[in-house]
């Protein structure tokens, strides 16, 4: 365990690239306890004092293999949200004074399908867990793990922020609020470009989702629906004329969307076609899902708005 913390202290001198783990055990992560959690965050504060520009390492949990030909031309999910988060960086950078702290974003690969997670935390500010083809009522060994491990690292670890999308979202709803009401629930297919109506107290913490929507990718049919009202501490970020709940909100923890603004109109495009010849979609109304694809979209600002959420303390 030492020396894959000094591995992560050494790799957190670089930023930019993806990084690709072989499987190691579960286990390692579920005996954390409150005393071991603080000295590795006070590890990780004194390892990254020195430089004037934050790197926020994010644990990419990779719940999907995507295609060949995207990986060719896109990278896996990874390398997808750390380009997509680059872009948000590099606006938020460039608004801020010259003497400011400018952050950097690097992520790193966990195939979680074949048993990949992260074996320490040292140095790691995030995780995020990826869309899937998968439902997370699938009765598949992968799923459970990984929810046990969301489990963990939520109860345990209560510096590491979390962020999903899409299965992510639901996996984190069924997971952590499947006590208080909250579930996954077949709906009609979302496709394409659309607006998130931003619920009120969501915007009061990122105002600058007062002055434009966030619009990006979606390519869902299951949804996150609430029997009663959530938890005080949790809110929704807003709904869509096709789903109610667009996200979910806990304010310095965790933050899902429902939708996949990491991913572009050649990503999409793909996908909608290949759902389609599947027969997922009906070739009846492919034209217009892909029509909703070319849409205009802001999903920097959505990047603006996780990278805000993750770096604020």
């Known amino acids: 365990m030492a020396s894959v913390a000094r591995e992560l202290i050494a790799d957190s001198m670089s930023c930019g ?6 499987p190691v055990p579960v286990p390692a992560l579920m005996h954390c306890h409150a005393q071991s959690a603080d000295m590795i965050r006070r590890a990780a504060t ?24 995207i990986v060719q031309s896109h990278g896996n999910f990874a390398r997808i949200f750390e380009r997509w988060l680059q872009v948000g960086t590099h606006r938020l ?5 010259a003497r400011r702290e400018h952050l950097s974003v690097r992520t790193s ?9 992260p074996p320490s935390f040292l140095g790691v500010d995030a995780i995020i867990i990826s869309g ?29 922020k979390i962020f999903g999308s899409c299965f992510g979202h639901q996996l984190i709803a069924q997971t952590l609020l499947g006590d208080h009401g909250v579930s996954v629930e077949r709906s009609g297919w979302e496709v394409g470009v659309q607006e998130v109506f931003h619920d009120h107290a969501f915007v009061q913490n990122f105002p600058g989702l007062s002055q434009a929507p966030m619009c990006y990718q979606f390519l869902h049919s299951d949804e996150v629906v609430a029997e009663d009202s959530l938890p005080p501490t949790w809110s929704s970020i807003g709904s869509s004329t096709l789903c109610e709940i667009q996200g979910l909100y806990q304010p310095g923890r965790v933050l899902t969307y429902q939708g996949h603004p990491e991913f572009d ?17 009906d070739a009846a109304v492919s034209e217009t899902y892909l029509a909703f694809v070319e ?12 990278l805000k959420f993750l770096t604020i303390d």
Not at 46 to 67: D, G, K, W, Y
Not at 93 to 97: I, L, Q
Request: include cysteine; charged fraction near 25%.
């Open 17 to 22: 690239s993806v990084e690709y783990h072989t």
């Open 46 to 69: 004194n390892s990254t004092a020195c430089f004037s520009r934050r790197v926020l390492h994010i644990a990419v949990l990779e719940c999907e293999q995507m295609p060949p030909y």
């Open 93 to 97: 950078n460039a608004g801020r004074p």
């Open 109 to 117: 690969s966990w195939n979680v399908k074949e048993g990949r997670y």
């Open 132 to 160: 899937s083809v998968n439902g997370v009522h699938d009765d598949v060994p992968w799923i459970a793990t990984l929810r046990r491990y969301l489990l963990a690292v939520y109860h345990n670890l209560p510096w590491v």
């Open 265 to 281: 109109r050649i990503i999409m495009n793909d996908f909608v076609r290949r759902l389609v010849k599947a027969g997922a979609i």
């Open 295 to 306: 849409r205009d979209d802001t999903r920097i600002l959505a990047a603006e708005v996780l």
